[in-house]
């Protein structure tokens, strides 16, 4: 692929490294006083990725990158091979001027750009620790159908990138307290209903049937929706959002939303 001038991305270093690399290493019990080279550090990620099972299904040049990995790559996949050129920028020794370049794909290059400009989740200021049930938060963690169905296509991490996010799907024709012709639901869980070729449907808050993805909208959501999620949680039939838990989900699925 073409090849791109990025500049390299803005780390607080702690010492010889980025702080994203020594709180991974100290994170696998290692001695971060001690200075370790970038061939080093590389055998010590390719260890963590085998033992974790992190090999991408179908592709052993890639690996799934967890939330450790991501804090350092910003990618949710890597390539195994490129480790040594991607830890870089990880090494202050790399990074005495602000002016370094180095070469990466435009892919990498949109990664990176998207993870760096990762949009905070408003916090409710009238609830503290809580995140605003606003349009520009639920956009943050709002799955459009066809790219439920991509997330599907990596099956390992599928429920735990679905859980906790919004989908939209039409109203229950027979709801009589129905007020938008769609809603959005927040995602509990996953079911796997055995009679019909192992299908993936999903389970939502407040609603006793599984969901097939077929029923999902691959539009934008409302104001009124949102104003309706809203209601739930005053009424208590939804929780609250949690500042941490919100941010985490939306950090989880930045890179799909902003690639989708």
């Not at 956009?139 to 735990?160: A, D, G, I, N, T």
Request: charged letters at 35%; glycine letters at 4%.
């Amino acid at each position: 692929s073409r090849k791109r001038k990025y500049v390299m991305r803005k780390f607080e270093f702690v010492g010889w490294g980025s702080k994203p690399l020594i709180e991974f290493l100290e994170g696998i019990g290692k001695d971060t006083k001690k200075k370790y080279s970038r061939l080093e550090v590389v055998s010590f990620i390719t260890k963590y990725i085998n033992v974790k099972g992190l090999t991408a299904p179908g592709n052993k040049k890639k690996a799934i990158c967890d939330e450790k990995l991501f804090a350092i790559f910003g990618k949710q996949m890597i390539t195994r091979k490129k480790v040594h050129e991607l830890l870089e920028e990880h090494f202050s020794e790399n990074c005495a001027s602000s002016d370094d370049e180095s070469e990466y794909s435009s892919d990498e290059k949109d990664d990176r750009k998207n993870s760096s400009k990762f949009p905070m989740p408003q916090k409710n200021a009238a609830k503290n620790g809580f995140a605003s049930v606003v349009p520009e938060n639920i956009k943050l963690v709002y799955l459009k159908k066809s790219l439920v169905r991509e997330l599907l296509e990596v099956p390992e991490s599928f429920e735990e990138k679905i859980t906790g996010s919004f989908v939209r799907m039409k109203s229950d024709p027979y709801d009589i307290y129905k007020k938008n012709e769609f809603q959005l639901q927040l995602v509990t869980g996953t079911r796997r209903i055995a009679s019909s070729d192992n299908e993936i449907r999903l389970k939502v808050a407040n609603f006793f049937k599984a969901v097939p993805l077929s029923m999902l909208s691959d539009d934008n959501f409302s104001k009124e929706e949102v104003e309706d999620v809203q209601q739930k949680i005053e009424n208590g039939s939804l929780k609250k959002f949690s500042l941490h838990e919100f941010e985490s989900k939306a950090r989880m699925l930045h890179v799909d939303i902003t690639k989708h």
